[in-house]
């Protein structure tokens, strides 16, 4: 499905492309290819965020399956044992005991519970996604289509990363590189993800054209897909900066407090 996904985008580019040749409002008609390629590089991040949590379900299958199975037949069944010699009691005697009461409602939220766990296995898979292993297969991704050399750099990251702060990462890494790809006419990306003090430390940097900050409003997007990243760093009390000149590239530091 992925697959077929960015092969229809792909051909669709190619229409666009044909359309800008084949009529006279350019100005209209560049902006409209340009948002049809910053959505075509955007699925193929989300294919490899995909790609990243299906591999993490196929490698921890039969783990799963062994506790799932641990689940039911040997928990679940002597929890439901209980309840039928609980349910005994209740009808001969004790019927006005709290005790009694009390451990069958706390029987009851046992059984209720480990159904629930069987259930939430592959969520609970999901929780090691990691940007680590996602940004490099972008790399790969990228690279083999020959669009752009990326480096990826991690230093410090001894302790694992939220699940959530992973998926805030790489979607903020996601839409940078999609902004490099679809503006910058860069040929080298470098990525850079550092702990340092208290503080988690995303540095991408292209070797593009650049531009002059003062001449964008960064804060309001403008295009340049930074509105989404500020609206979630506002909510956990992260900032960006931006470091950017005609002719020499860009570089966009984004700090996050590390309540790892």
């Not at 790609?51 to 196929?58: E, Y």
């Not at 001969?92 to 259930?119: C, M, P, W």
């Amino acid at each position: 499905m992925i697959t077929i996904v960015i092969l229809s985008l792909g051909v669709l580019a190619l229409l666009i492309t044909h359309f800008v040749q084949t009529h006279q409002n350019n100005d209209k008609i560049t902006h409209l290819k340009a948002d049809i390629y910053k959505y075509y590089i955007r699925s193929r991040f989300q294919a490899v965020e995909v790609d990243t949590m299906q591999g993490i379900i196929k490698e921890n299958d039969s783990k799963r399956k062994k506790v799932i199975d641990e689940l039911h037949e040997n928990i679940g069944n002597k929890i439901v044992a209980a309840k039928m010699h609980f349910g005994a009691i209740h009808h001969e005697a004790l019927i006005n005991s709290t005790y009694f009461q009390k451990g069958h409602t706390l029987l009851d939220e046992a059984v209720s519970d480990t159904r629930q766990l069987a259930y939430n296995m592959s969520d609970q898979e999901l929780s090691e996604f990691s940007i680590i292993t996602a940004l490099k297969d972008i790399k790969k991704s990228l690279e083999r289509d020959n669009q752009i050399k990326l480096g990826i750099f991690f230093h410090g990251l001894d302790k694992n990363l939220s699940n959530e702060l992973n998926l805030q990462l790489y979607r903020m890494v996601q839409e940078l590189i999609t902004n490099i790809l679809t503006h910058a006419y860069a040929s080298q990306v470098t990525v850079q993800l550092n702990r340092r003090n208290n503080e988690l430390i995303l540095t991408v940097e292209d070797d593009g054209i650049g531009f002059d900050p003062q001449q964008i409003n960064f804060i309001k997007g403008n295009g340049f897909g930074l509105k989404g990243i500020e609206q979630n760093l506002s909510q956990i009390d992260g900032k960006v900066y931006i470091d950017s000149h005609p002719g020499h590239g860009t570089t966009v530091t984004i700090e996050i407090p590390d309540a790892a």
